[in-house]
């Protein structure tokens, strides 16, 4: 084969090769769960990309997603936690909710007394719903991981009431009267979360301390020999949980 047709057989080879070459460019930030792909055809005439319009590729971080805490059931809190990443160091979260009968606090701190079992007389009181509300801003310090995902620290704003009304019996009518904490607590909350892009469920370990301030209508007596006091106080508060998450 002559010199010539060697050269023309090389051209028509790379030229095929070439023209049917491509190579792919995602965009740089993992926050989002769909990245653009970019398509860039290499012939001839010079590159031009093209958006890729395939299937959704995930990234290597977690952009949202939703928590319970099934442990504060036991304090009568029943919120939903919503977490949404800022950036890849930050991130915040939100909750919101209604409280009901906080158990815990009724049995260790008031003996039970206002609790029914089932057996004897009932006591006198019936309880309401609150509310509840908590707001944190999360910082994700890892050079290794993107929020949300492994240890951070997280100031917290939270408020929570509880109701219930105690009746006295005045020798004619059973006399309501209410009974309430509210509770208003700034905290810093240490903590260590599990989500993956990959999986769908996570889990979000935390302690966390701080003060709290009280706003409580408590009883002293009962009966005929019940005082109500009003308080209004600030005091230490620890804690320590854990919520399961599912990233959205």
């Given at each position: 084969m002559g010199?010539?047709?060697?050269?023309?057989?090389?051209?028509?080879?790379?030229?095929n090769?070439?023209?049917?070459?491509t190579?792919?460019?995602?965009t740089h930030d993992?926050a989002?769960?769909q990245?653009?792909?970019?398509?860039?055809?290499i012939?001839?005439?010079?590159?031009q990309?093209?958006t890729?319009s395939?299937?959704?590729m995930?990234?290597?971080?977690?952009?949202q997603?939703?928590?319970?805490?099934?442990?504060?059931?036991?304090?009568?809190?029943?919120a939903?936690?919503?977490?949404?990443?800022?950036s890849?160091?930050?991130?915040?979260?939100?909750a919101g909710?209604v409280t009901?009968?906080?158990?815990?606090?009724?049995?260790?701190n008031?003996?039970?007394?206002?609790?029914?079992?089932?057996?004897?007389p009932k006591?006198?009181?019936?309880f309401?719903?609150?509310?509840?509300?908590?707001l944190?801003?999360?910082?994700?310090p890892?050079?290794?991981?993107?929020a949300?995902?492994g240890?951070?620290?997280a100031p917290?704003l939270?408020?929570?009431?509880?109701?219930?009304?105690y009746?006295?019996y005045?020798?004619?009518?059973?006399?309501?009267?209410?009974i309430?904490r509210?509770?208003?607590d700034?905290?810093?909350q240490?903590g260590?979360q599990t989500?993956?892009?990959y999986?769908?469920?996570f889990?979000d370990?935390?302690?966390?301390?701080?003060?709290?301030?009280y706003?409580?209508?408590?009883?002293?007596?009962?009966?005929?020999?019940?005082?109500?006091?009003?308080?209004k106080?600030?005091?230490?508060?620890?804690?320590?949980?854990?919520?399961i998450?599912?990233?959205?």
């Amino acid at each position: 084969m002559g010199l010539g047709n060697r050269l023309a057989v090389f051209l028509l080879f790379a030229t095929n090769f070439l023209s049917s070459q491509t190579i792919l460019h995602t965009t740089h930030d993992t926050a989002q769960k769909q990245q653009d792909v970019k398509v860039t055809v290499i012939n001839p005439h010079g590159k031009q990309p093209i958006t890729y319009s395939g299937h959704a590729m995930p990234s290597d971080s977690v952009q949202q997603g939703i928590k319970i805490n099934f442990f504060n059931f036991a304090r009568g809190e029943y919120a939903l936690y919503y977490e949404a990443r800022l950036s890849d160091a930050f991130s915040v979260e939100a909750a919101g909710g209604v409280t009901y009968i906080d158990y815990m606090y009724e049995l260790f701190n008031l003996g039970g007394n206002n609790l029914y079992f089932g057996q004897g007389p009932k006591p006198s009181v019936k309880f309401y719903s609150g509310i509840t509300g908590k707001l944190q801003f999360r910082w994700y310090p890892s050079r290794y991981e993107t929020a949300i995902t492994g240890a951070y620290l997280a100031p917290e704003l939270s408020y929570k009431n509880y109701k219930m009304d105690y009746f006295v019996y005045t020798g004619l009518i059973s006399e309501p009267h209410r009974i309430e904490r509210k509770w208003t607590d700034l905290k810093l909350q240490i903590g260590y979360q599990t989500a993956d892009p990959y999986e769908r469920t996570f889990w979000d370990w935390y302690v966390s301390i701080g003060m709290r301030h009280y706003d409580e209508i408590w009883m002293e007596n009962s009966g005929y020999d019940a005082v109500f006091h009003h308080d209004k106080y600030w005091g230490p508060v620890v804690g320590g949980g854990v919520k399961i998450g599912f990233t959205l």
